[in-house]
C-alpha cells in the first residue's frame, strides 16, 4: 500500500505531508486534505479509515470487492466510486473510490493512475485551487479525469475515420470483427460516462455536513454537460458505424452478386455444348454424321462456335461489366 498526503496551503497549492503523525492527530487541526492510497490491503485500509470514518458501513463499501451501488453516503460522509478507462487495449473498466468528509478527502485505487499524479504534482508546483475546500479540490481532480474522456473519443474517431476509408477503398482485408469490436469499445463507454453521471449528480444533490459544494456547483453543472457531451458523440459514432457495417455488407453482397454472375455465364455458355455432347453421346448403332470422316472437326466447331456466339450475346447485353 502506498499513502500520499497532500495539505492546502494558504496560497491555495497543494503542500506534500512528510509527517508520520497517526491520521486521526492530523486532521484535528482542520486543515483541507487530500489522501491518496494506491493497492491497499482490506485490513490495511480498515485500520486506517476507521479512526475517522463515523459510519462503519462506509469503510465496508470500500472494502467489499462486490458492489451493487457505486454511491453511499451518511450526515458526515458522501461516497462513490468514479469510472474511468485506464488501459485503451483491453478497455477495462477501473473505478477510482472517492471518500469525502468535512476537511478530508480520500481517494483509493487499485493501479497508479497517471492522470492522478501529474495533477498533484502541477498542483504542488504551477496550478493552484479556486478556494482552499475539499469542494475545488474534488472538483479538480474529476475535471482532469473527465478531460481524458475526449482522448478516448478521438482515438475511436480516428480508428472509425480509417475503417470507413477502407470500406469506401473497397479494400478486402476488413474483417467483420473490427466493425463489432468498436460497437463494443464504444459501448463501454457508453456505460462509463452513464456512471460518471451518475456521481456528478450525485454530488450535486448530496445534502449533509460530509461535502458543502458551495460556490462549485457552477463549474460542477459545467462538468455535467461535458460528460453529456460524450453521448452525444459515441452517438455520432455509432450511427457511423452503423453506416459502415451496412455498407460493408452491400458490398460484400455485390462481390457475392458478381461471383453468381459469372457462375450462371459460365452455365450458360456450357448448356447449350452439353447437350451437343449429349446427343452424341448416346449409345445408338446408326447416329447421323457419326461416320462422317470429318464428323468430330464439324461437331467440335459448331461447339465452338454456339459458345462464342453465346459469349458475344452477353457481352453485348452488358453482363461483363
Request: aromatic residues 10%; contains cysteine; glycine residues 4%.
Amino acid at each position: 500500500m502506498r499513502i500520499t498526503s497532500y495539505i492546502i496551503g494558504d496560497d491555495l497549492h497543494l503542500e506534500e505531508e512528510t509527517s508520520v503523525t497517526a491520521l486521526p492527530e492530523r486532521i484535528k487541526d482542520g486543515r483541507p486534505r487530500w489522501i491518496d492510497i494506491v493497492s491497499p490491503a482490506d485490513d490495511e485500509l480498515r485500520s486506517l479509515l476507521r479512526p475517522v470514518v463515523h459510519d462503519d458501513t462506509i469503510i465496508e463499501d470500500f472494502i467489499l470487492k462486490e458492489r451493487n451501488l457505486p454511491v453511499a453516503h451518511s450526515e458526515k460522509e458522501l461516497y462513490f466510486e468514479f469510472p474511468i478507462i485506464r488501459d485503451t487495449v483491453a478497455f477495462d473498466h477501473e473505478y477510482i473510490s472517492f471518500l469525502c468528509m468535512p476537511s478530508l478527502l480520500v481517494t483509493i485505487h487499485d493501479h497508479e493512475i497517471e492522470v492522478l499524479n501529474k495533477l498533484s504534482q502541477d498542483l504542488c508546483k504551477h496550478l493552484h485551487l479556486q478556494r482552499a475546500t475539499i469542494a475545488s479540490l474534488l472538483f479538480n481532480l474529476m475535471a482532469e479525469l473527465v478531460e481524458k474522456n475526449h482522448y478516448l473519443y478521438m482515438d475511436q474517431r480516428e480508428k472509425i475515420t480509417k475503417l470507413s476509408n477502407r470500406v469506401i477503398k473497397g479494400q478486402n482485408s476488413i474483417d467483420v470483427k473490427t466493425i463489432l469490436h468498436l460497437k463494443k469499445n464504444i459501448g463501454r463507454i457508453n456505460i462509463m460516462i452513464e456512471d460518471q453521471l451518475y456521481c456528478i449528480n450525485t454530488i450535486q444533490i448530496y445534502e449533509g455536513v460530509a461535502f458543502d459544494i458551495g460556490k462549485q456547483r457552477r463549474n460542477f453543472n459545467n462538468l455535467e454537460d461535458e460528460v453529456r457531451n460524450g453521448f452525444r458523440f459515441l452517438s455520432r459514432y455509432e450511427n457511423r458505424l452503423e453506416d459502415i457495417h451496412k455498407h460493408y455488407e452491400l458490398m460484400l453482397q455485390e462481390r457475392t452478386n458478381n461471383r453468381l454472375k459469372v457462375l450462371t455465364i459460365v452455365a450458360a455458355i456450357f448448356l447449350p455444348l452439353n447437350l451437343v455432347a449429349g446427343i452424341y453421346g448416346m449409345n445408338f448403332e446408326y447416329i447421323p454424321t457419326t461416320q462422317w470422316e470429318f464428323g468430330y472437326h464439324a461437331a467440335l466447331g459448331l461447339m465452338l462456335l454456339v459458345g462464342f456466339s453465346m459469349v458475344y450475346y452477353f457481352y453485348r447485353r452488358g453482363w461483363f461489366k
